[in-house]
């Protein structure tokens, strides 16, 4: 998360226009681009996800055996894959579903679970913030919790093979 920052600061002061991470709010409306299935995988079947996102399956298990569940298709990728591998969402957006999860600005709350938030777009800034949320499942990891629910936080210097991060561009 530290690194995913100190890009968007480099990035803003090189472009001339102001980048930062998505919110929790954000990220989830751009990824389900209209669908509202409350599924994982946005209700695509387990056996259809590979050709449309790169995910833990056949050939991942094949490359780096783990005790998390495999899907039971092929996407041709073992590990992560170049970024547009698969085709975007209805809102034209890339690598919503799988590929790597991505890190967003919110922070661990504290107490009741999201109780005072801030409704919109905001990112919620109370609670832990040196812990960050994380969206999206990756080549490694289809875990359900990790595709919908709002328990996704790791600590700001974590470093995960399949962790990255997807930057927003605030309009003037």
């Not at 991470?21 to 990824?31: F, G, V």
């Not at 050709?51 to 298709?73: F, H, I, M, W």
């Amino acid at each position: 998360w530290n690194q995913a920052t100190e890009f968007t600061k480099w990035l803003s002061k090189k472009t001339g226009k102001t980048y930062r991470l998505p919110s929790e709010s954000e990220w989830e409306y751009a990824a389900r681009a209209g669908n509202d299935s409350r599924y994982r995988y946005f209700g695509l079947a387990l056996d259809k996800v590979c050709a449309v996102a790169n995910v833990y399956d056949k050939r991942g298990r094949q490359q780096v055996e783990t005790e998390n569940e495999s899907l039971p298709c092929d996407d041709k990728f073992a590990e992560a894959a170049t970024v547009g591998s698969f085709k975007p969402n209805a809102f034209g957006i890339h690598d919503t579903i799988g590929n790597v999860a991505e890190w967003v600005e919110d922070c661990l709350p504290t107490g009741l679970q999201w109780r005072g938030a801030p409704i919109g777009s905001a990112p919620n800034l109370k609670g832990d913030c040196s812990q960050r949320g994380f969206r999206g499942g990756s080549w490694l990891e289809n875990d359900r919790r990790f595709m919908r629910s709002p328990d996704r936080f790791k600590y700001v210097g974590a470093r995960d093979a399949d962790l990255g991060f997807r930057v927003v561009r605030v309009l003037p």
